[in-house]
T-cell receptor, first 115, second 117 residues
């Protein structure tokens, strides 16, 4: 069965420090991987995605993520966190073949950036 | 470019009442999704449309939920009758649907927050 895990409910970092939000997945075959961010009382906003090609994907607002096939991970990173990055982050995965191509969402990781 | 529009933004009803939500996707987007997001959880797909056809409604509770996209543009999601456990945010998303919907970015509306008392 397809699944995605975000092992940390909450991540706290100081402004200016690097941040990492973790995501691991399980799918049959090759995955399509997505990161979204959700600010309070707002819908989900797309950050970046991995479809194929270069394992390092760069996205919006200075975020990037690295696809690691051997570790089945797609961790979200940013070199220098901003207070305005404080939000809820969701990882999602979809198989690119087979009968079940439903987008599976993680439970989310709440990121707090302290000034 | 206008984003995905949803209305109403908030709705409070009593259990056993009915409620409807409306979504207008980004212009030209062929694929439309309805999600349910319960507090503390990730979005759960209720139904996916490709133009006016249903691609996936396997997680839609069909005894009480219905959705339509008659002209392949805007869509309505209805709950009748509502239960307490339907309290959630209902998100609509769309994608272009032109080059393999599995790879496409989904663009979300602001959501409708439903409270069932």
């Amino acid at each position: 069965a397809q699944s995605v895990a975000q092992p940390e409910d909450q991540v706290n970092v100081a402004e200016g420090n690097p941040l990492t939000v973790k995501c691991t997945y399980s799918v049959s075959g090759n995955p399509y991987l997505f990161w979204y961010v959700q600010y309070p009382n707002r819908g989900l906003q797309f950050l970046l995605k991995y479809i194929t090609g270069d394992n390092l994907v760069k996205g919006s607002y200075g975020f990037e993520a690295e696809f690691n096939k051997s570790q089945t991970s797609f961790h979200l990173k940013k070199p220098s966190a901003l207070v305005s990055d404080s939000a809820l982050y969701f990882c999602a995965v979809r198989a690119n073949a087979g009968n079940n191509r439903k987008l599976i969402w993680g439970l989310g990781t709440s990121l707090g950036v302290n000034p | 470019e206008a984003g995905v529009a949803q209305s109403p933004r908030y709705k409070i009803i009593e259990k056993r009442q009915s409620v409807a939500f409306w979504c207008n996707p980004i212009s030209g987007h062929a694929t439309l999704y309805w999600y349910q997001q319960i507090l503390g959880q990730g979005p759960k797909l209720l139904i996916q449309f490709q133009n006016n056809g249903v691609v996936d409604d396997s997680q839609l509770p069909k005894d009480r939920f219905s959705a339509e996209r008659l002209k392949g543009v805007d869509s309505t999601l209805k709950i009748q009758p509502a239960k307490l456990e339907d309290s959630a945010v209902y998100l609509c998303a769309s994608s272009s649907g032109t080059s393999g919907w599995e790879q496409e970015t989904q663009y979300f509306g602001p959501g409708t927050r439903l409270l069932v008392l």
